[in-house]
């Protein structure tokens, strides 16, 4: 087969050898700005975000907003284009906070998840105004109730509740997924008990629940059958302790195409269907329609980005395989060492070329396990042919370490320019925080 008839996104193309992304030539931006290289799709982030915020509030109701969830891409520049496109963001820790910061994000539409935050971490988002907590447990509850009181703040919050639902089977099961360390169960009698707890303290303002079912999922159902038990929850607590919730967050999770046999989704359409269900479900159990948030990370980046390495070695070993060592690896894309992730590989600069050299991409780490894919089909390559490795933009740069002392790679976003997002980290860098003994 020929390369060209393989273009997993319709922001690739080719022109001459080489691969175009965003309608770039990634192997000029290679050069431009050296590799490992993350690039990035401006208008398509934009665009996506803007396909969430307009469903949503179509399909769901105005105050309806998406949640962009940060930890799948941070940087400055991030908040940034989510705060020009309107929309609302999840941050995870305060180092995401503090970033959403200096882009001037507006604090009061961001919300802080994690299921272990500490003090110091509650004092700093009360003290930057955060809009709200999402609560995983009784400690973080008492704690940012006391820490609110010093502050003389009634602060709002959402619960994290596990609602027992497998979205790879669709089923609610009464273990597995119960047994997380997020959030609090309803089975268990414990989301009751806690909402109840929160609506006696003082300095908290519940106002809605939370649950995030999984990831990479590709079906609507998972997203229906947890929004009915969330719904029915609601109205559980309604009933009994005479509270309504006025938001149901359902979380992230939308798929996105990384292989050929990944299927596309249309956002908007599953958030139509998911919406159609929803009021359904609302109407025949007479159950208050909540403002309803979602939380996509990976579905807005991860297709607008793509690495581009440069060969560094070609190894053959007679009877066994071949090996193209790149020059990033783990440090950079931790996803195949870490959970198996498919990717699609191309080599960016032989684009006509027939794809029949059967290989696995090595990274230049310093683990045997340090790999971006094993048996991919790409044309017969050499030292300083450049590698694309599509679909890297959600959890990539932003799992990147410093592994081997290897400095993590520049982002630049391609928007009507080509512009810097994140420099290059230099050696320098790498050591900056060392102190000589
Ligand atoms: C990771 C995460 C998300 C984003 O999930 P995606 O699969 O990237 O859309 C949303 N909400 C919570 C609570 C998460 O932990």
Request: charged share 25%; aromatic share 10%; with cysteine.
């Amino acid at each position: 087969m020929n390369c060209t008839e393989n273009l997993l996104h319709e922001n690739l193309g080719i022109c001459g050898d080489n691969l175009t992304f965003a309608g770039y030539d990634t192997v000029e931006l290679a050069k431009k700005y050296g590799t490992p290289l993350m690039l990035l799709d401006e208008n398509k982030i934009r665009n996506t975000m803007r396909t969430y915020k307009n469903a949503m509030q179509r399909y769901f109701g105005e105050k309806a907003r998406p949640l962009y969830a940060s930890k799948a891409l941070s940087f400055v520049g991030m908040y940034q284009i989510a705060m020009e496109e309107g929309i609302n963001t999840d941050i995870v820790s305060i180092g995401e906070l503090y970033t959403a910061i200096k882009a001037g994000f507006p604090l009061e539409n961001a919300f802080f998840h994690g299921n272990c935050k500490t003090d110091n971490d509650i004092s700093y988002a009360i003290e930057n105004k955060i809009g709200f907590f999402i609560v995983d447990t009784y400690d973080e509850l008492y704690a940012i109730n006391k820490i609110a009181g010093e502050y003389g703040v009634k602060q709002k919050i959402l619960f994290r509740i596990t609602p027992g639902i497998d979205p790879h089977t669709h089923e609610a099961i009464s273990t597995g997924k119960v047994d997380s360390k997020f959030g609090t169960a309803i089975e268990t009698g414990q989301a009751y008990e806690i909402t109840k707890t929160a609506l006696s303290l003082e300095n908290i303002d519940l106002r809605g629940f939370h649950c995030h079912i999984g990831s990479q999922i590709f079906e609507i159902e998972p997203f229906c059958d947890a929004a009915d038990i969330m719904i029915s929850f609601i109205g559980e607590i309604r009933e009994r302790l005479g509270y309504t919730a006025e938001y149901l967050n359902l979380g992230g999770g939308f798929g996105v195409r990384y292989v050929e046999s990944d299927p596309c989704i249309d956002y908007s359409e599953n958030i139509r269907r998911i919406s159609e269900h929803i009021r359904e479900y609302c109407e025949n159990n007479d159950l208050p329609y909540p403002i309803i948030l979602m939380e996509p990370g990976r579905s807005i980046v991860a297709d607008s980005g793509l690495t581009v390495y440069t060969v560094g070695s070609v190894k053959e070993i007679t009877g066994y395989k071949n090996y193209v060592a790149i020059d990033g690896g783990m440090s950079d894309n931790p996803r195949y060492a870490l959970y198996g992730s498919q990717y699609t590989v191309l080599c960016a600069n032989k684009m006509r070329e027939k794809c029949d050299y059967v290989c696995t991409i090595a990274g230049r780490l310093c683990e045997s396990g340090d790999l971006i894919q094993e048996n991919v089909k790409i044309p017969k390559v050499q030292r300083g042919d450049n590698i694309a490795v599509l679909v890297t933009g959600a959890y990539n740069y932003s799992m990147a370490s410093n592994y081997n002392r290897v400095a993590r790679p520049a982002v630049v976003l391609l928007g009507e320019t080509d512009r810097l997002a994140v420099r290059r980290e230099s050696i320098e860098d790498v050591s900056r925080l060392d102190i000589l003994l």
